[in-house]
């Protein structure tokens, strides 16, 4: 099973500051990774995919880059409605073994 | 517009069973895989189950392997998990999530969830 790490677990941000989120992963994924946001009481929503493409619909100021085992979200200049958590999600071994990372709060400084 | 919604959660017993329903519109639901993704209260999100668009093809998250049966009933646009054994740790939001595209491994589409909570 591939084991995703997300880090850090939580990160206290300002509107405006650029957020940084790592993703490793325990063997190579190639660039099978997603990422999702999920705000408190919703579904996570899907951002990117296949490491580095936006969703439909999604802001330009989420990005994503990496490739085998070390994955980047990066939010250019967080605005109110970013703060969240973030999961990675894997599909390398897929299938049959699709995985999530732990996941990192994105808090208000 | 796609829809997901969840039904049939609710409080079981350790060793009982539970059957959840999801009923899809807005998509060509006939042609499309679908999965079980579910959360742990204040936890992260873990895979759970997939089924193919004819069921040809079904595979299960260790976890739930032997215990737990994905089905899906193309005329009614319904996605099924039947949930027997249920443990303490199975207690979770359970989200029916559509595949995005012909990948089946990314969630582009979910439910609000039902919540199952296995407790004595």
């Known amino acids: 099973e591939i084991v995703l790490t997300q880090s850090p677990a939580t990160v206290s941000l300002s509107p405006g500051e650029r957020a940084t989120l790592s993703c490793r992963a325990s063997q190579s994924v190639s660039t099978y990774l997603a990422w999702y946001q999920q705000k408190p009481d919703q579904a996570p929503r899907l951002l990117i995919y296949d490491a580095s493409n936006r969703a439909t619909g999604v802001p330009a100021r989420f990005s994503g880059s990496g490739s085998g085992t070390d994955f980047t979200l990066t939010i250019s200049s967080l605005e109110p409605e970013d703060f969240a958590v973030y999961y990675c999600q894997q599909r390398g071994n897929w299938p049959p073994f699709l995985t999530f990372g732990g996941g990192t709060k994105v808090e208000i400084k | 517009q796609v829809q997901l919604v969840e039904s049939g959660g609710g409080v079981v017993q350790p060793g009982g069973s539970l059957r959840l329903s999801c009923a899809a519109s807005g998509f060509t639901f006939s042609t499309h895989g679908m999965h079980w993704v579910r959360q742990g209260p204040g936890k992260g999100l873990e895979w759970v189950a997939f089924t193919r668009y004819d069921e040809g093809h079904k595979w299960y998250a260790d976890s739930v392997k032997g215990r737990f049966a994905i089905s899906r009933d193309n005329s009614r646009n319904t996605l099924y998990l039947q949930m027997d054994s249920l443990r303490t740790e199975d207690t979770a939001i359970y989200y029916c999530?559509?595949?995005?595209?012909?990948?089946?491994?990314?969630?582009?589409?979910w439910g609000r969830g039902t919540l199952v909570t296995v407790s004595s």
């Open positions: 999530a559509k595949p995005q595209g012909a990948v089946t491994g990314y969630f582009d589409y």
